[in-house]
DNA sequence: AGGTGTATGTCGCAT
DNA sequence: ATGCGACGTACACCT
């Protein structure tokens, strides 16, 4: 990784044009090749950046840095204070935990959590508008949609309404409910489901992961 | 800015759970306080980050930055390769241009692009869930509400529909029909605006800019 | 390569 | 604060 600290003056463009004034900055480039260009604010974004692949042209004054798709940044350079390379080594990378799929693939092996007698179908069950969390059947033997997610606000539910919208047009199907199961569930998300006559359940994700084989444990 | 080169291994909770092994890694700290943990690839995203406002303990074998809700990170320091601090002084902030309220121009000026013998009744106009973006009259004298967006995706079908629930609410403005306006409309949003028999509209953005006047390209 | 859904999305603006 | 819409969204995953 190089890090160069210099009074910069930069212009984007590409999906937008943008401009810079002349400042001093931190110019950031990775071993893969993307530039990114940062203040000290603005959170962790920088103000403009370029990611690989692309091509750096150098010049004593300014750099170069364009991709395939036609984007270009120009930073020009007044005055550098620094120029520094660090040889970090490759990441051994980031270990999620707790994120949508995984909440899904717990669900899909445990769907009684849902809902008592609930029995999967099928996980992403595909639909011309996008992929059903999970089709299921319940107890009585009707069809259930269940839309999840890690927190569930109103989009998730409109999302699960045009689900359910579509999957009652397929006659052998229809009627389908719907369930909408989060780890916690907005209260206007609530309302808007309840008007929609979609049932809301809260799961424990930790309860979920000890719950994973319930039989061995209660054996 | 502070740039920190150290070896480190690093746990976030919060949103999520996340751990990265050791190895070595740029902690960027900014002036406003976000804290960044920078691998040497992975595009301009940091491995982990916290966004100010936080609070950042720093004793000698690690850093503890923690904010109002509840979000922690946990870096521990092996080995401090560097520490830098630079002062960057105040950014004079990015200069963009867009295109997205561009588009709304465009489209405000000439309607009869969207369809033809459309006339603009207003631009953005004004409803309790959000202004439309343009409420026009068509050639039979019907009210049609346009929604214009860069890129035409479900979401913006969802948006028009909620509009025309509202709209068609009205008794002076009912019936009133919808058109998707785009520079691309998706595949899945194309079909979800079918079967709410909105139509949609793919609109050229450089031809628009160049039939801005078309009177005068004719004669 | 193109399409779709997720994200610790982030960011800005209005209420 | 919360809701809502835009973003150079980026990114993984699938066809």
Redesign the interface.
Known sequence: ?R?V?AECTVTYEG????????????L?I???G?V?I????????????M??PNILIEDDTSWKVSNQKGEVIVIDLHSV??DTT??????????????ESHLQELLAEQPNVIEEGLQLIRREYPT???PVDLLCRDAAGNTVAVEIK?RGEIDGV?QLT?YL?FLNGQPDLAPVRGVFAAQLIKPQAKVLAGSREIDCVEVDYDVLCGAERPQQILF
């Open positions: 990784m890090l600290v999906r937008l044009t943008s401009r810079l004034g002349r400042a001093k900055r931190l950031m990775k071993a893969d993307c990114a940062h203040a000290d604010g603005g959170a962790y974004k920088p103000l403009n950046w990611n690989a204070e620094s660090v040889d970090l080594g490759i990441d051994p990378g980031l270990q999620k935990d707790g994120v011309e508008i996008g890690r409109e045009r919208q």
